[in-house]
């Protein structure tokens, strides 16, 4: 799956002259189309074991399917997200949803590997910048005092999507055939796509701000953008980031296909274990970043002590669990392991919005973005696949968690030059008139 952490504006205008009722509406619709979206991505992991067996395929070949759409995301998010907000939003939005609804139809309709990958890098097309444009689409529609607080709900709506599309994926693909688990979750993203413009209109969600957000635009590109790369902490913290998600990632990826071969699970059955174990990811996410808010609120440096502890725990877990053979201790290892193993999420979006000129915030969070998908969610399902296929899934499954003390050692290395890092930044701009809270966002 793919993280969005966002910066809100810092103004108090969004929302102004927009109805309570109609901005609600509009948050219904734009968090249905984030649900289709993961739903979308999600349903293929449901199905790996059919497609394998079909297909003859290998877990590389599988692992690929999923790692392209990731991809495709951190490559993507960031110029998309520009086109998005240049030619409106809601447009743009309508379109994404369209383009992914669309390849997932493909997938139901594809013949061989080959036209499967094709349809699923067109799902990555599609999906690549629907997170950052359609929280910024949410936020334009409600009071400032409000905006955390719907930024972290509309994310969970991507734990939600992959939790219904593993769920229902493997229910559909159990009863009906793996072609109708895509072909589901097309249909539900097409409806979406056909009612999304036809109720939300760019005139009623964004009075007044074109003007504002083109001049804000022109301006960011002259502001210091070294700051995205001028320290060794923020550099630090973009690759430590990317390398945690390599293991909480692949777990999601592939846990629906190890139940299914060491546990004697039905692709239904594989499925909804599956789904309550990337639920407790989620909430995990959630819990980590209220407790590193509560914990650092007058120490922000700790949270990078704190992202180092959910690394460390996450690999003792996850280590601890594929350590042993199928039962119920094994998927309570694994439950926990994962509670935490996404964890770094709020501390690294935070350390980020320390470490970087908050006029640069937005692209600062794209960056980050590209450093997950591209060091963690892209090349975890498929390297993990390779290994699969020497080794077996379970002896796979027993190296991934190791990649988390990689992500420890660097956050380490991250804390070492935090403090100068951080006393560098004040002393070249004014202070970031944007509350830390405002700026993490956890999915």
């Known amino acids: 799956m793919a993280f969005h952490p966002i910066a809100a504006d810092d103004d108090d205008s969004g929302g102004v002259g927009v109805a309570r009722k109609y901005a609600w509406i509009v948050f219904a619709l734009t968090f249905g189309l984030l649900i289709s979206d993961y739903m979308s991505r999600q349903v293929l992991n449901a199905v790996f074991p059919l497609l394998k067996s079909e297909w003859a395929l290998s877990d590389g070949q599988l692992g690929l399917l999923s790692g392209v759409v990731a991809l495709m995301v951190g490559l993507l998010t960031f110029p998309l997200s520009l086109m998005a907000d240049r030619f409106g939003r809601v447009k743009s939005l309508a379109l994404m949803a369209l383009?992914?609804?669309?390849?997932?139809?493909?997938?139901?309709?594809?013949?061989?590997?080959?036209?499967?990958?094709?349809?699923?890098?067109?799902?990555?097309?599609?999906?690549?910048?629907?997170?950052?444009?359609?929280?910024?689409?949410?936020?334009?529609?409600?009071?400032?005092?409000?905006?955390?607080?719907?930024?972290?709900?509309?994310?969970?709506?991507?734990?939600?999507?992959?939790?219904?599309?593993?769920?229902?994926?493997?229910?559909?693909?159990?009863?009906?055939?793996?072609?109708?688990?895509?072909?589901?979750?097309?249909?539900?993203?097409?409806?979406?796509?056909?009612?999304?413009?036809?109720?939300?209109?760019?005139?009623?969600?964004?009075?007044?701000?074109?003007?504002?957000?083109?001049?804000?635009?022109v301006a960011a590109v002259k502001r210091p953008l070294r700051t995205l790369w001028s320290s060794h902490s923020v550099i630090a913290t973009y690759v430590g980031s990317g390398l945690q998600l390599f293991v909480g990632g692949t777990v999601m990826v592939w846990i629906p296909s190890y139940l299914n071969r060491y546990y004697d699970m039905h692709t239904d059955k594989a499925g909804g274990m599956a789904a309550l174990i990337v639920l407790c990811s989620g909430v995990g996410m959630i819990l980590c970043g209220m407790l590193s808010d509560r914990l650092c609120r007058h120490s922000p440096e700790h949270k990078v002590s704190l992202a180092i502890a959910f690394c460390l725990g996450s690999c003792l877990l996850l280590s601890a669990a594929f350590a042993l053979q199928a039962g119920p201790v094994q998927l309570l290892l694994i439950c926990l392991g994962m509670l935490i193993a996404t964890g770094t999420t709020g501390p690294s979006g935070a350390m980020v919005?320390?470490?970087?000129?908050?006029?640069?915030?937005?692209?600062?969070?794209?960056?980050?973005?590209?450093?997950?998908?591209?060091?963690?969610?892209?090349?975890?399902?498929?390297?993990?696949?390779?290994?699969?296929?020497?080794?077996?899934?379970?002896?796979?499954?027993?190296?991934?968690?190791?990649?988390?003390?990689?992500?420890?050692?660097?956050?380490?290395?991250?804390?070492?030059?935090?403090?100068?890092?951080?006393?560098?930044?004040?002393?070249?701009?004014?202070?970031?008139p944007v509350s830390e809270a405002g700026l993490e966002v956890r999915l």
């Not at 979406?192 to 964004?206: H, Q, S």
């Not at 470490?355 to 975890?380: D, I, K, Q, R």
């Open 99 to 217: 383009l992914w609804s669309l390849a997932t139809l493909g997938c139901a309709v594809a013949q061989d590997y080959q036209q499967m990958f094709i349809a699923r890098f067109m799902v990555g097309v599609g999906e690549a910048a629907y997170g950052s444009v359609g929280i910024a689409v949410v936020i334009s529609v409600f009071p400032k005092h409000m905006r955390a607080t719907l930024a972290s709900a509309f994310m969970a709506g991507g734990l939600f999507g992959a939790v219904l599309g593993m769920a229902l994926g493997g229910a559909i693909a159990a009863k009906l055939g793996w072609r109708w688990s895509f072909a589901g979750m097309a249909l539900f993203g097409l409806v979406l796509a056909v009612l999304y413009p036809l109720i939300v209109k760019e005139a009623r969600i964004a009075p007044q701000r074109a003007a504002q957000i083109a001049n804000k635009t």
């Open 353 to 432: 919005a320390n470490l970087t000129h908050y006029s640069v915030h937005g692209t600062a969070f794209a960056t980050l973005t590209l450093a997950n998908n591209l060091l963690g969610l892209a090349p975890g399902p498929f390297i993990t696949g390779r290994l699969s296929d020497l080794i077996g899934l379970h002896a796979a499954f027993q190296l991934v968690p190791l990649v988390s003390l990689a992500a420890a050692a660097v956050f380490f290395y991250a804390k070492c030059h935090y403090h100068r890092d951080i006393a560098r930044l004040q002393g070249q701009s004014v202070p970031d």
